[in-house]
């Protein structure tokens, strides 16, 4: 089984990641208290702790699954090329609408990490919230064929 890892938001551009326990993720707001939650394709960011740790390898170390600066962190699901299915974490229902595109601020995190997570779509998948929830670390994720 699939579980939910980390939580975190960031309540600015730019600004350091916040680490929760739970969170409200809305259609709205994306998870809530995050800048980016307006609707859209990037609501909401989803990154698997082995595409990771799979990119912290290729750069010869380990690092917080924070710097990357996703929202949910999950372990036990592969997430390539898996644009249009439906990650479920309790009633929360997340699309996947593309791939997360790493950033050049993925070089000041340690250099070669931007072309590590790169590679199999280790830096994530962005996500529209379907259906509001709230999350809490240790929950079940299920990815959902439709």
Request: proline share 5%.
């Amino acid at each position: 089984m699939a579980s939910l890892l980390g939580i975190a938001i960031r309540n600015k551009p730019r600004g350091e990641m916040i680490l929760l326990q739970r969170a409200e993720v809305t259609p709205e707001k994306g998870t809530v208290g995050d800048f980016r939650g307006k609707p859209g394709k990037r609501q909401v960011t989803v990154l698997t702790q082995e595409g990771w740790q799979a990119a912290c390898a290729d750069v010869g170390g380990s690092l917080p699954w924070h710097k990357r600066r996703a929202n949910l962190y999950i372990e036990g699901l592969a997430l390539p090329q898996s644009q249009g299915q439906i990650i479920g974490i309790g009633k929360l229902r997340l699309l996947i609408t593309q791939e997360t595109d790493p950033c050049e601020r993925m070089e000041h995190v340690a250099p070669g990490l931007l072309a590590a997570l790169a590679s199999e779509w280790r830096g994530g998948v962005c996500c529209r919230v379907l259906t509001a929830g709230v999350v809490e670390v240790g929950d079940d994720v299920v990815l959902i064929d439709e």
